[in-house]
């Protein structure tokens, strides 16, 4: 789910990308929860997963991804966190940060506009207003991040006083296609949100 939201927002996205990751985010939407909670038709949730897994790994190979991978790369080798656990755990932060980035520095970002289609596909709503819309994102993505359970960094080990050495090491390929370019105190604040 975060590789196929990472990929759609990207700088480098494009109309094939694209397809691919509304595609996926649909599947995870429909089957990720269900799955977890072990409700329904149980193979069919994980056919829609595997499919959402294969499309994020084709759009992340074509058009990169964004902040939260950009973390998980130093978050990984720094402490022992699973890839997929950081990726879970900072979506909603990171997703909140760069909207709020992008409004106070970039309002005109088309990612925004992206943002706002998230939103639409995951809540399964239309908005009206784009400020509604971003809320709603955010909310969905932290309330699946807990009922997910995913646990917070201080768990694998991370310290606030960590983090200097973290965002020093974060701006590498995946930081560069995030839509916009986060300070190091943006940064931060993602990764104070989820200590």
Same mark, same amino acid.
């Given at each position: ?6 990929? @759609? ?12 990751? /509304? ?9 990720? *929860? ?7 038709? %149980? ?5 829609? +997963?595997?499919?959402? $897994?294969?499309?994020?790994? *084709? ?11 950009? %973390? $998980? ?5 720094? @402490? ?9 755990? #900072? ?5 909140? /940060?760069? *909207?709020?980035? +992008? ?11 992206? @943002? ?21 994102? /955010?909310?969905?993505? $932290? ?8 646990? &917070?960094?201080?768990? @694998?080990? #991370? ?15 995946? +930081?560069?296609?995030?839509? /916009? ?5 943006? *940064? ?5 949100? &989820?200590?």
């Amino acid at each position: 789910l975060t590789q196929l939201l990472e990929s @759609y927002v990207s700088l480098k996205s494009n109309a094939f990308t694209d397809a691919l990751a /509304i595609s996926g985010l649909q599947a995870a939407r429909d089957a990720l *929860i269900p799955l977890y909670r072990q409700e329904g038709e %149980l193979a069919q949730h994980r056919e829609k +997963m595997a499919y959402a $897994a294969l499309l994020s790994g *084709i759009t992340l190979a074509q058009v990169g991804l964004g902040s939260v991978h950009g %973390l $998980a790369s130093p978050l990984g080798a720094f @402490y022992p966190i699973p890839h997929g656990a950081v990726c879970g755990t #900072l979506v909603a932060s990171a997703t909140r /940060i760069n *909207i709020h980035s +992008m409004l106070a520095r970039e309002p005109d970002n088309s990612a925004l506009t992206k @943002y706002v289609q998230v939103a639409e596909i995951l809540c399964q709503k239309n908005f009206s207003k784009s400020a509604a819309a971003f809320t709603a994102l /955010i909310d969905l993505l $932290a309330d699946w991040t807990n009922e997910l359970a995913l646990p &917070r960094l201080a768990h @694998y080990g #991370l310290q606030e006083s960590g983090f200097d050495k973290v965002i020093a090491n974060c701006r590498g390929n995946s +930081m560069k296609t995030n839509p /916009i370019v986060l300070a190091d105190g943006e *940064i931060r604040q993602i990764l104070l949100e &989820r200590l």
